[in-house]
């Protein structure tokens, strides 16, 4: 048996090579101290020897190590850990006054509805808390494995390509793949006209600062996703709400907004919160809105691909008005952690978005890029869709299950067809955040209507999200949330806040 030297381990079951392991145990103890500065290692054949493993293993290993900076090799005195570089010598802070910043902030950046989500939607991470406010897909759905083969075929095949700078609009190959799929659900489009960006809350950001100038007013549902509100407002506008009903907005409400609108902001399929999937009825007439009053619309079909009902979706505002600003993300459907949407916007929009997002961060990730073109490439998508979709129908089922066993019998609440939540009107006397903190309190958590709405009179309700947790944990959420209502019902008071909101007309 050779004398152990190092302590060093290789294990051949895992899937590491070798010399990365010998790599990484060898930086690890560097850093931990255990191989000070001008520790020698020991020579290569004789580690060789202390492992089992064959030289080059270990030659590879020093190279490595050399190359990233931990050691130093000398011909003929040997490898010995690199001395640590000497730390920036800590200058005198001097006490000066501080900068005015409350008047420094633009008024914009305070308005009442940007700070809505610290108020009503960040909660404690407790393990007894059930979440029916998170939109996002349970950890045991995420396609793990057939994403790491992804990542690993893109470092392996392209190297220091995957590592660098890419195109500002994004990969050529992922924007082809990416019309190709939307060809798929009967969305025209061509690779020139898909931009790819940061998630798609960024295409949104990216649309209002195109279209905004600070004074403009923008027209949004009068419940809307806030991510939207905050973009409209953070670019300096004015918004303005749009009631609607069960087939979509209101066309005699957008006719009153029309001479003063810069844009509209529409959900048509599963919109959030309320659930409602607009009627093509009403599809027609929002278009010929927008092409009478120059009014652009944006799309924002966050939740393509997630249809849980046997119906096929109805097509989307694209599909028949290529004219339409058209959002789509990855996030809800695969990996919320890619942080990879896109836009597809007329010809004229294009140069001016791509300009837009190279001024703010120089690019996406191109080694992701490359990654989720691999996994559209091979199919991996509609393999991953045909797991989770019965999955999400099976989980909804469960939801809706315990809310009938467990409500009061005067509570009704909306499905989304095409999305990943469940509207629940209130009646009146129940003030929605109240029944968000009693929810809380009885463990469960839920979206208050406050935080979608655009005006204080819009009428109490909750969404009910049914992706992030299991049928067992959903089923007892319904009966938590039955408890916090039956809680509340015999106050019999309207509680609503009253508050002046910046910004908001």
């Known amino acids: 048996m050779p004398r152990r030297l190092t302590g060093i381990c290789l294990d051949a079951r895992r899937s590491e090579p070798l010399y990365q392991q010998v790599f990484d145990q060898i ?17 290569s054949r004789a580690l060789a020897d202390e492992l089992g493993a064959h030289r080059n293993t270990v030659v590879r290993a020093y190279a490595d190590l050399e190359a990233a900076g931990f050691v130093v090799s000398s011909v003929g005195r040997g490898t010995f850990v690199a001395a640590a570089k000497a730390s920036v010598s800590k200058a005198e802070v001097r006490e000066r006054a501080s900068l005015p910043w ?90 020139d006209d898909v931009v790819i960006t940061n998630g798609s809350q960024q295409s949104l950001d990216l649309v209002a600062r195109a279209l905004i100038r600070p004074g403009d007013t923008f027209a949004l ?35 009153r907004v029309a001479s003063q609108a810069k844009g509209y902001y529409a959900m048509p399929r599963g919109h959030n919160p309320s659930g409602i999937t607009m009627s093509p009825r ?29 119906e096929a979706p109805p097509p989307a505002l694209r599909s028949l008005d290529r004219e339409v600003i058209y959002v789509g993300s990855f996030s809800k459907k695969l990996i919320p952690a890619l942080r990879i949407g896109f836009v597809v916007c007329p010809p004229a929009l294009r140069p001016v978005l791509v300009t837009l997002k190279h001024t703010l961060d120089l690019g996406n990730s191109v080694l992701l890029q490359y990654a989720l073109a691999e996994f559209l490439d ?14 999400y129908r099976a989980r909804r089922a469960a939801l809706e299950a315990g809310l009938a066993a ?48 655009i005006e204080q009179r819009e009428s109490p309700g909750l969404r009910l999200t049914f992706c992030a947790e299991s049928p067992q944990r959903l089923r007892e959420a ?8 039956t809680a509340l019902a015999p106050m019999g008071e309207d509680l609503h806040q009253t508050q002046d909101w910046l910004g908001v007309v």
């Open 406 to 453: 467990h409500l009061p019998a005067d509570i009704r609440w909306q499905r989304a067809s095409g999305a990943l939540h469940l509207w629940l009107s209130l009646p009146p006397g129940y003030n929605p955040e109240q029944v968000a903190d009693e929810a809380r309190r009885h463990g469960v958590v839920v979206s208050p209507s406050t935080l979608y709405a």
């Open 478 to 485: 319904a009966r938590r949330l039955g408890r916090a209502l």
């Open 282 to 310: 009403r599809c027609e007439a929002l278009l010929d809105w927008s092409h009478q009053h120059g009014v652009p619309i944006v799309e924002d079909d966050f939740s393509s691909d997630l249809g849980l009902d046997d």
């Open 378 to 391: 091979r199919g991996y998508l509609q393999a991953h869709l045909a797991r989770i979709v019965p999955e």
């Open 102 to 191: 409350g008047s420094l902030i633009a008024s914009q950046a305070n308005a009442e509805p940007l700070g809505r989500f610290d108020r009503l939607a960040r909660t404690a991470l407790r393990d007894d808390l059930i979440q029916l406010a998170h939109m996002h897909p349970a950890e045991e759905l995420l396609p793990v494995e057939l994403f790491q083969r992804c990542l690993q075929y893109a470092l392996k095949t392209l190297g220091s390509r995957a590592l660098s700078y890419g195109p500002r609009e994004g990969l050529p190959r992922l924007r082809a793949l990416i019309a190709e799929d939307l060809g798929r659900q009967g969305v025209p489009a061509s690779a």
């Open 221 to 255: 549902d009068s419940l809307t996703y806030p991510g939207m509100t905050n973009v409209v407002i953070g670019a300096g506008a004015r918004v303005v709400a749009v009631p609607g009903d069960e087939e979509g907005p209101s066309i005699l409400a957008m006719e």
């Open 27 to 43: 930086v690890e103890r560097v850093r931990s101290g255990t191989f000070p500065a001008d520790y020698r290692l020991p020579p």
